[in-house]
């Protein structure tokens, strides 16, 4: 019983952090899905979001506003913008120019935002880590104190809640909406949808807006699920969520959320039954293997070289 | 036309403003368990907003200002006569590189200790940036675990001395041979991958030694790394001031000259720098043999070259190998000046940095990527005051180098042979 209970606890903790590396892992799948490039710099654009929010929580408890409902929402929708407006602005800064060209190029212009992104969080707000208010507490416990009570705080559930929301919203979004669809057309097909009509710049941009906005989510979520912040903390996090979009085949979306799910599930089993140091170890071994064996991943396509 | 660009920039403005003022505009600061947020000095509220004004005016006279740069002539307007003979140039390029070579060996008799300190470490950049210029610059694979290699080549010396006494010289070929023998069993499954999944399997393996490497703290010692590494010896002969190991005797009493600290230091670069020119002349050999054709064949087109029948393992296999074999090289020279080594100085940045220097420098191009290590390695202790805008510097450049000129500082020149032209 104590076992079962022990391997629940894993699981629950697997499937929340999960849950954030397919949203994050969204970002990288669309843009590739579209355009075939990596977006190195995405893990930044998390990191700025989770900034954002950590600054906006503490500029309105200086203010003296502590009603939790509006806090977390301030907080989010400020995240949401400035991920979104970076996000955006990357893509014209330094991928739009070498769009195109040879596939090292555009991969080395994201490491340099990347390093940059990083630096000039560095810069602006120190390299220490900061920590992040646990704004929700508490949670429920199973299982009797003495042997191993199983808990699941109130985080965790906002998690899966957020995570839901946001995946059906951005389902809805790809299959009813007309920017959903021209980004199908475009993800399909980009010079045929240049010829027919459809702005594939502006789409393009909307990916990046929409990828960066999910992120900024994830940032919020798990800067309060962790409890601190550091300039250095999307450099590994977008590794992990790269490594979902990859496990769950790249370009699919549906994929980017299971492979997610996988992937968190894995390295807190690895944490809880090996050891906690070697959870990154497992996570990208993880990805080597997938990429040898089965490239396109559980629900990819494979992709046809043309000459 | 006009209205489209005033709210295209003014866009743009709002833009910056969104993504510049809340990160620097405020700051955060943890006391104790608490965190408070002050806002930034004006000076830096006033640069924020010049940011988004300047970016707003560019944006709004963007067409202008773009057609002005294009019709100012270039300052090396292009010369109507003939480029030089190929064979001329390269005459004189080598005459240039000997000179900078000889003038390298007497150099350090001249300076201070610490230049010649940094010198030395120059000189390993030069290394570690021509061995991944190899495989990024020649063959097109973007490795971004590189610095897995040179940790590979560091930990052998350090870990074969510690614990059977191995000397510097014995270590050199091990090291190597084992970074590449690290190459070859990574890359033997990973190079059937496209470009932009290898650059992402090397950087995991990079992670993975490096976490290895901070975990197995009964072997590597953990986060504590290393000491107590041996300097290389001449001949047997040590250069502390009391000698080490039994049978070897120390360099200043064999000359009868005072015991000097500089010695070793100087000895050390002059080691360095007979390894940097070895890395660069084995390099070039391969560069003009059949096996440096394919590389680059490969890079260019990959059907076309297998089609001819170049097999794309074998040629991705020898350039993965024999890229790491030099940051092997490179990792025990680093062991021996530290004399300290700890998973510390293998971390992914410093990967990142070898690849700008390949990129600043032009990718496949030897002398651009020896100048471009030679600036990303001094240009930062020369600004010590900008050092905490070092890395910030680099990222921008990375970006803006893709954006105006992929092909580096100094591009690659392709190695031809001219046929005379009949009289």
């Given amino acids: 019983m104590q076992d079962l209970l022990y391997f629940f606890q894993q699981l629950i903790n697997g499937l929340t952090i ?66 979104s407006s970076m996000g955006w602005a990357v893509e014209r800064v330094a991928y739009r120019p070498v769009r195109g060209r040879h596939r090292l190029i555009p991969l080395i212009s ?54 839901l929301i946001c995946m059906t919203a951005l389902s809805l979004f790809i299959s009813r909406s007309r920017i959903g669809r021209a980004c199908r057309a475009v993800s399909q097909d980009l010079g045929m949808a240049n010829l027919l009509g459809i702005d594939t710049n502006r789409i393009i941009s909307a990916t990046f807006v929409i990828g960066a906005a999910l992120a900024a989510v994830a940032g919020l979520l798990l800067g309060m699920y962790y409890g601190s912040v550091d300039p250095l903390f999307g450099f590994i996090a977008g590794l992990k969520a790269f490594t979902a979009a990859v496990l769950g085949g790249i370009g699919s979306i549906p994929g980017a959320m ?34 040898l064996f089965k490239p396109t991943g559980l629900l990819g396509k494979p992709e046809v070289e043309k000459i | 036309m006009a209205a489209n660009n005033f709210r295209h920039a003014l866009f743009c403005a709002i833009i910056t403003l969104i993504i510049s003022y809340p990160i620097i505009g405020f700051n955060l600061e943890a006391q104790g368990i608490s965190v408070t947020l002050t806002g930034a000095d004006t000076s830096t509220v006033v640069l924020v907003l ?3 004004v300047v970016v707003f005016l560019f944006q709004l006279f963007r067409d202008q200002i773009m057609g002005g740069l294009k019709s100012i002539p270039s300052p090396m307007p292009k010369t109507q006569k003939e480029p030089m003979a190929e064979n001329k140039r390269a005459k004189i390029e080598s005459w240039v590189l000997t000179g900078i070579v000889v003038l390298a060996l007497f150099w350090p008799f001249f300076v201070s200790r610490g230049a010649v300190d940094l010198a030395t470490l120059v000189l390993i950049y030069v290394m570690l940036a021509l061995g991944l210029n190899v495989v990024v610059g020649l063959a097109g694979l973007l490795d971004l675990g590189y610095v897995a290699f040179y940790a590979v080549g560091a930990y052998t010396f350090a870990l074969l001395s510690q614990y059977a006494g191995i000397s510097f010289w014995m270590a050199l070929p091990i090291g190597a041979c084992l970074a590449a023998l690290f190459g070859l069993v990574l890359g033997f499954p990973v190079l ?45 002969m040590e250069f502390g001031r009391r000698v080490r190991e039994e049978g070897n005797t120390s360099f200043h009493e064999t000359f009868g000259i005072a015991y000097s600290g500089e010695h070793k230091v100087i000895f050390l670069y002059l080691i360095a720098l007979v390894l940097a020119v070895i890395t660069a002349l084995i390099i070039r050999r391969f560069m003009r043999m059949p096996v440096g054709r394919a590389w680059e064949a490969l890079r260019e087109d990959e059907i076309a070259a297998r089609s001819l029948g ?7 296999l020898s350039a993965f190998t024999i890229g790491a074999f030099f940051a092997g090289f490179a990792g025990t020279v680093f062991a021996s000046k530290q004399g300290f080594i700890s998973p510390e100085s293998f971390v992914f940045l410093e990967s990142a940095i070898i690849l700008a220097i390949v990129v600043l420098g032009g990718m496949g191009s030897q002398l651009g990527v020896v100048l471009a290590a030679v600036a990303v390695t001094i240009l930062p202790e020369l600004a010590r005051e900008f050092s905490d805008y070092r890395m910030l510097v680099f990222g921008a450049a990375m970006v803006l180098m893709m954006v105006w000129r992929p ?10 042979i001219e046929l005379r032209r009949q009289e």
């Fill in chain 1, 18 to 83: 999960g849950s954030t590396y397919a949203l994050i892992a969204i970002g990288y799948t669309m843009v590739y899905g579209i355009i075939g490039m990596i977006n190195f710099a995405h893990g930044e654009v998390y990191m700025i979001g989770a900034y954002t929010a950590l600054i906006a929580i503490t500029g309105l408890a200086t203010l003296g506003i502590a009603w939790l409902p509006l806090v977390l929402i301030v907080a989010l929708i400020c995240a949401v913008i400035v991920s």
């Fill in chain 1, 258 to 291: 299971l492979g997610g799910l996988i992937l968190g599930v894995a390295e807190s089993m690895t944490s809880g039954y090996l050891s906690g140091e070697y959870k990154d170890v497992v996570s990208f071994s993880l990805l080597i293997l997938i990429l």
């Fill in chain 2, 407 to 416: 092909q580096g500082l100094m591009p690659m020149r392709r190695i031809h």
């Fill in chain 2, 50 to 52: 010049l940011a988004a």
């Fill in chain 2, 192 to 236: 059937r991958l496209r470009g932009d999944y290898l650059a992402i399997v090397t950087l995991g393996f990079g992670e993975i030694i490096r976490i290895l490497l901070n975990n197995w703290t009964a072997v590597t010692g953990g986060p504590n790394g290393i000491g107590g590494i041996p300097d290389p010896t001449l001949f047997g």
């Fill in chain 1, 110 to 163: 994201a490491i340099g935002m990347s390093i940059f992104l990083q630096n000039y969080v560095h810069l602006a707000q120190g390299s220490r880590n900061i920590g992040f208010p646990a704004l929700i507490e508490g949670g429920f416990q199973f299982g009797s104190e003495d042997t191993f009570p199983m808990s699941i705080s109130y985080i965790q559930i906002t998690i899966f809640i957020t995570t």
């Fill in chain 2, 310 to 316: 170049l097999s794309r393992t074998a040629v991705k």
